[in-house]
């Protein structure tokens, strides 16, 4: 990093702090503090919802996912519009009607103190866990690319924003994301921009989306269907994406207080509403222009010299081990089929014309082919057990390309995108936690009866606690391995189903009350828990994305089972 | 509000169509 990075990425960081705390004048008291008064119209709640869901990983993996796999990730976010659709019909009327601080209050009203408590406590560990976690998956690539020390970095990745956060509690948080995410798109469009532009002089924009599809990577829309029917492994299609991702947003929009206390925030239903539909309708489309970048990239790396590995450090490292000799031969065959490679696809350039015959189409992809095979060969070398490295350089992708082709100055830019977007969902997750902390535990169990001006004091500390927290589990984050994302939506999708099971007994099954819910629930959990252990060991063969559905339908039967089995005396005596 | 929630319907299914066309189109 030169000293223009230097200079863009601390004036930035510092714009930001600077607002979010210039913006942190509100009422001290719950509602000014968790809810700005409720006062909040629906751009801003769009906004604040964009904010919280996107992290820096979602700029930072999504390219690298399109680069190494494909654009087919879009359709993970096929099911959030439907879930907008039901969530402004359900949740939202009913939780501005009762005037909530937290979705697990209504549990109460519904159900029993125990069913509340329970659902605020799995929210609490995986929120809390999570959190941590997306503090340490940027830090640890920043930490990687550019040498820079991990504990600090933890550090200022989950720190500066606290300074806000504890200030100016949700108003803060929402007006931050709304500056947050024009800094960011505003950068993304630059460096998309400026890819194109480092193209070859006859290489447009459509030219690059024909190379990408040549060799497979324009796979917007696949059907999971195999020789042996469907694939209950594959990631990544039509019908997990619709149902899977349907199921995974009602329960991530309806049930997780880091997005409902976003739009608690609104001034009124209509504006909630308005906000969760217009989300609804932008993010598809904004999922699909980042994995189109990583495209983009990904032709940019055809004319020029695609590294046999993004995350330089592993590289490096092998490179002082016995295997230094096995790395070099692999890196030479590298070096000669990217060249191949590279000859291939400029003397199409050269003609002007890159519609593909199939048979350039064959050639090309084999060529791939033999390039994913060696990258594989130096991924083993990293996982030796005397090496035990990071064997998944997907994150590293776009990161590496800005740092090594992007002018001085918008690399501190960009730099900065990474901080502050992770600013913008660990805002939101600290302020949520705070709020269930001292909404759904603390005026429990603790001390009924507190002041305004003790709740609006008892909030501050929770929300500055919650924070040196998930700091702390970002420093020891490094014993979870390699594969961050997942580490965060594999604990999502063990608690998330059975929250969400809860919620829809409450709103859909009238009959059901407090105890067999609350059984439902604890069954339901150890159910989820057991399957994924028995996964986890090979007997069975489930992808994490289906647990969200199970828990929700296993919690509803069980649910109605135990209402008119076991407690139907007591409900109707 | 069934008019909102129609039009985000309708607006996914085009999205998922375009898509389609725009797989097959690139690939």
């Known amino acids: ?573 | 509000w069934n008019g909102w929630y129609i039009t985000v319907i309708v607006v996914l299914v085009v999205q998922i169509i375009l898509f389609i066309y725009f797989t097959k189109y690139f690939s």
């Not at chain 1, 992290?55 to 907008?84: C, E, H, K, N």
């Not at chain 1, 049930?255 to 906000?275: I, N, P």
Request: charged share 15%; net charge positive.
């Open chain 1, 1 to 573: 990093m030169s000293y223009a990075d230097w200079i863009v990425l601390i004036l930035t960081l510092a714009a930001i702090i600077v607002y979010g705390v210039f913006k942190s004048r509100t009422t001290k008291n719950l509602d000014g503090y968790f809810l700005s008064n409720r006062e909040m119209p629906w751009y801003i709640v769009l906004f604040s919802i964009m904010g919280t869901q996107a992290s820096a990983i979602t700029f930072l993996s999504a390219p690298g996912q399109a680069y190494t796999d494909g654009m087919r990730f879009v359709q993970y976010y096929f099911g959030l519009p439907l879930a907008m659709i039901v969530l402004c019909v359900t949740f939202v009327p009913i939780f501005h009607k009762y005037r909530l601080y937290t979705a697990y209050e209504f549990l109460e009203r519904r159900f029993d103190v125990k069913t509340r408590t329970l659902t605020s406590f799995l929210f609490l560990l995986q929120r809390g866990l999570s959190t941590g976690i997306s503090i340490y998956a940027p830090a640890i690539i920043l930490s990687s690319l550019l040498g820079w020390n991990i504990y600090w970095t933890n550090i200022f990745m989950g720190g500066l924003l606290i300074i806000y956060t504890v200030a100016g509690g949700a108003r803060a948080v929402a007006y931050t994301q709304q500056l947050q995410l024009i800094i960011i798109f505003t950068s993304m469009f630059i460096a998309g921009y400026l890819v194109v532009k480092y193209l070859p002089e006859d290489i447009g924009f459509f030219d690059a989306l024909k190379v990408g599809g040549a060799m497979g990577k324009v796979n917007i829309i696949t059907t999971g269907m195999s020789e042996n029917g469907f694939d209950w492994r594959d990631r990544y299609n039509l019908w997990s994406g619709i149902i899977g991702g349907f199921f995974l947003a009602l329960s991530y929009f309806g049930t997780d207080q880091s997005q409902v206390g976003r739009y608690l925030t609104a001034k009124s239903v209509k504006e909630s509403r308005l906000g969760l539909l217009m989300n609804g309708l932008v993010k598809v489309p904004m999922q699909f222009f980042i994995l189109l970048l990583g495209i983009l990239v990904f032709a940019f790396y055809q004319f020029h010299n695609a590294p046999l590995f993004f995350n330089q450090t592993q590289v490096d490292k092998i490179s002082q081990t016995r295997y230094a000799d096995s790395l070099k031969n692999i890196q030479e065959h590298y070096n000669l089929v990217d060249l191949q490679k590279k000859e291939i696809v400029r003397s199409f350039a050269a003609t002007g014309n890159v519609d593909f015959s199939e048979g350039n189409k064959i050639q090309l992809i084999n060529i791939n082919k033999q390039r994913d095979s060696l990258r594989v060969e130096f991924k083993k070398l990293v996982e030796k057990p005397e090496i035990k490295g990071d064997s998944n350089d997907t994150n590293y992708i776009f990161l590496r390309f800005v740092l090594d082709y992007l002018p001085k100055g918008l690399i501190g830019l960009l730099i900065a995108v990474i901080f502050i977007s992770s600013w913008g969902s660990i805002a939101a997750a600290l302020n949520s936690l705070a709020s269930s902390t001292i909404v759904d535990i603390h005026k429990q169990f603790v001390n009924k009866k507190m002041s305004a001006g003790d709740d609006f004091k008892m909030s501050r500390l929770y929300t500055l606690l919650w924070g040196v927290f998930c700091i702390v589990v970002a420093q020891f984050a490094y014993n979870i391995g390699d594969s961050l994302i997942e580490a965060v939506n594999i604990l999502g999708s063990l608690f998330y189903g059975v929250i969400l099971g809860v919620f829809l007994l409450a709103f859909y099954c009238k009959p059901v009350k407090g105890n067999a819910v609350f059984w439902a629930a604890v069954l339901g959990e150890i159910s989820v828990i057991s399957l994924f252990v028995l996964n986890e060991h090979k007997i069975i063969d489930l992808g994490f994305l289906w647990l969200n559905a199970i828990g929700a339908l296993l919690v509803v039967m069980l649910g109605f089972i135990l209402q008119f089995l076991v407690f139907r005396k007591k409900s109707f005596s």
